[in-house]
């Protein structure tokens, strides 16, 4: 589309004009302004390079105008200031002004992490059983070792001399080498310094680089880092952004969504890894492969999950988030200790719900029964906390140091507020007639058991 220029009339010096003379400048305007119309910026060219004999005609009707100097140089400028105003984009909503904000604040602190492994360099060659070239069997050898890619994820860091939060099935590899790539494509070698027992986080770490001033002194580079939110006050519903390495490839990309449910278990695998994950948050914001250990953040840009796992079969956008807080304790932990410690009671069970309470005739359809596993292990620990208490298989635990134990209230949950070395108290329902074949005609006593909580160790 061509644009006509703007001029600023109110720098035109009016001297008076008599009729005759107003009807002739009338005439001469206007074709000026039907060549500048059809000609673009030919025409404009051209009016101006006449322009020292239009404005010696205009002055017959005694009108002066301004220099052709000005008039170019504030049309480029008023262009200039257009275009300027069409590129810079204005969020449409205060919601879209937020998330264009946390992204920005927050990405140069979300890293990718590449996994590398020494892997064997395999060549084929052909074998003659018989001694002659008649008949070859081809077969493989190696030859040799070779560096290669095998994997990929995300982390964020946490503190400024680059302790990052990623996924435990992300550096599960002992023999594995991990590479720290940061949003501005610096290259950090990462060190695993603790992996948690019973979720699936980790803690690892790259060093800052060193610089000398011009004193000759030693600065330490500080990185950006992420805050923890407190993830105990979330609400389905809660707008949520996820940052990660999606599919190992596209750094930093984005997602947005909401908090979908709170509070699920689910079995999920990865890493050569299978492990039940409790207490977990589900969110429609995309997880795909690769952002694994990226944050999940609200709208103040605080880490609120741990992006840890996705729902495939049948499953559209349903992603699932470890809570910040179990995060926020491994980091406190490897900070003071050196290690994530973990309290343990020691025993299997399954978490009672008034379905379970009508299938199996149980008294209360809340807390935990203390069982076998599915394969015949033993529903109590040897020398565990539990065994020294004298738990037995069979009892239900009703509550943890006085928290009810229910399905939005784990286990898992209320023990991870605790350490190793905590005594606390159990309320337990014991059957006075264990031996009895049907559960229903089983009669429950109420029991208070002390428990000194020790430190997993696996």
Same mark, same amino acid.
């Given at each position: 589309?061509?644009?006509?220029?703007?001029?600023?009339?109110?720098?035109?010096?009016?001297?008076?004009?008599?009729?005759?003379?107003?009807?002739?400048?009338?005439?001469?305007?206007?074709?000026?302004?039907?060549?500048?119309?059809?000609?673009?910026?030919?025409?404009?060219?051209?009016?101006?390079?006449?322009?020292?004999?239009?404005?010696?005609?205009?002055?017959?009707?005694?009108?002066?105008?301004?220099?052709?100097?000005?008039?170019?140089?504030?049309?480029?400028?008023?262009?200039?200031?257009?275009?300027?105003?069409?590129?810079?984009?204005?969020?449409?909503?205060?919601?879209?002004?937020?998330?264009?904000?946390?992204?920005?604040?927050?990405?140069?602190?979300?890293?990718?992490?590449?996994?590398?492994?020494?892997?064997?360099?395999?060549?084929?060659?052909?074998?003659?059983?018989?001694?002659?070239?008649?008949?070859?069997? $081809?077969?493989?050898?190696?030859?040799?070792?070779?560096?290669?890619?095998?994997?990929?994820?995300?982390? *964020?860091?946490?503190?400024?001399?680059?302790?990052?939060?990623?996924?435990?099935?992300?550096?599960?590899?002992?023999?594995?080498?991990?590479?720290?790539?940061?949003?501005?494509?610096?290259?950090?070698?990462?060190?695993?310094?603790?992996?948690?027992?019973?979720?699936?986080?980790?803690?690892?770490?790259?060093?800052?680089?060193?610089?000398?001033?011009?004193?000759?002194?030693?600065?330490?580079?500080?990185? $950006?880092?992420?805050?923890?939110?407190?993830?105990?006050?979330?609400?389905?519903?809660?707008?949520?952004?996820?940052?990660?390495?999606?599919?190992?490839?596209?750094?930093?990309?984005?997602?947005?969504?909401?908090?979908?449910?709170?509070?699920?278990?689910?079995?999920?695998?990865?890493?050569?890894?299978?492990?039940?994950?409790?207490?977990?948050?589900?969110?429609?914001?995309?997880?795909?492969?690769?952002?694994?250990?990226?944050?999940?953040?609200?709208?103040?840009?605080?880490?609120?999950?741990?992006?840890?796992?996705?729902?495939?079969?049948?499953?559209?956008?349903?992603?699932?988030?470890?809570?910040?807080?179990?995060?926020?304790?491994?980091?406190?932990?490897?900070?003071?200790?050196?290690?994530?410690?973990?309290?343990?009671?020691?025993?299997?069970?399954?978490?009672?719900?008034?379905?379970?309470?009508?299938?199996?005739?149980?008294?209360?359809?809340?807390?935990?029964?203390?069982?076998?596993?599915?394969?015949?292990?033993?529903?109590?620990?040897?020398?565990?906390?539990?065994?020294?208490?004298?738990?037995?298989?069979?009892?239900?635990?009703?509550? *943890?140091?006085?928290?009810?134990?229910?399905?939005?209230?784990?286990?898992?949950?209320?023990?991870?507020?605790?350490?190793?070395?905590?005594?606390?108290?159990?309320?337990?329902?014991?059957?006075?007639?264990?031996?009895?074949?049907?559960?229903?005609?089983?009669?429950?006593?109420?029991?208070?058991?002390?428990?000194?909580?020790?430190?997993?160790?696996?």
């Amino acid at each position: 589309m061509y644009e006509i220029p703007k001029f600023n009339l109110s720098k035109l010096r009016r001297k008076p004009v008599n009729g005759k003379k107003f009807k002739t400048l009338r005439i001469l305007i206007l074709c000026i302004f039907v060549s500048s119309l059809f000609g673009g910026a030919a025409g404009i060219a051209s009016g101006l390079y006449f322009y020292n004999e239009i404005k010696e005609h205009l002055s017959d009707f005694n009108i002066e105008i301004p220099d052709a100097k000005i008039i170019e140089k504030e049309t480029i400028i008023e262009k200039a200031v257009e275009k300027a105003v069409e590129k810079e984009y204005i969020p449409q909503t205060s919601v879209e002004e937020k998330i264009i904000k946390v992204v920005e604040e927050s990405s140069p602190a979300v890293v990718s992490i590449i996994i590398t492994k020494d892997v064997p360099v395999m060549e084929k060659f052909y074998y003659s059983p018989f001694g002659d070239n008649f008949l070859q069997v $081809p077969q493989y050898r190696q030859k040799g070792t070779q560096k290669q890619k095998i994997g990929g994820g995300t982390g *964020f860091i946490v503190s400024e001399n680059g302790m990052i939060i990623t996924n435990k099935h992300v550096v599960l590899d002992d023999a594995a080498d991990y590479t720290v790539f940061t949003n501005d494509g610096a290259q950090y070698s990462a060190k695993v310094l603790a992996k948690d027992t019973i979720q699936d986080i980790a803690v690892i770490k790259i060093e800052p680089d060193k610089n000398v001033n011009n004193t000759g002194g030693i600065t330490i580079d500080k990185f $950006p880092m992420l805050e923890f939110g407190d993830s105990s006050s979330l609400q389905i519903g809660q707008t949520v952004i996820a940052i990660g390495n999606a599919l190992g490839e596209f750094r930093n990309t984005v997602s947005v969504g909401v908090i979908s449910g709170l509070g699920r278990t689910i079995t999920a695998s990865g890493g050569g890894l299978v492990e039940t994950l409790e207490d977990v948050i589900q969110t429609d914001a995309a997880i795909n492969k690769g952002n694994s250990g990226g944050p999940l953040l609200n709208l103040r840009g605080q880490v609120i999950g741990i992006n840890t796992a996705v729902a495939q079969a049948g499953a559209e956008n349903i992603g699932f988030a470890i809570p910040a807080n179990c995060a926020k304790k491994d980091l406190q932990d490897v900070q003071k200790y050196g290690r994530i410690k973990k309290a343990f009671l020691g025993v299997r069970y399954a978490l009672l719900t008034e379905a379970a309470k009508q299938q199996y005739d149980l008294p209360v359809d809340y807390g935990i029964l203390v069982v076998k596993g599915s394969s015949g292990e033993q529903a109590i620990a040897p020398n565990s906390p539990a065994d020294k208490a004298g738990l037995r298989e069979g009892d239900i635990i009703l509550e *943890f140091n006085n928290e009810k134990i229910t399905l939005d209230n784990s286990l898992v949950k209320i023990i991870l507020k605790y350490n190793p070395g905590d005594t606390i108290k159990l309320k337990i329902l014991r059957p006075e007639n264990p031996d009895e074949k049907k559960q229903k005609d089983r009669h429950y006593k109420e029991k208070t058991i002390w428990v000194m909580l020790d430190e997993r160790v696996e």
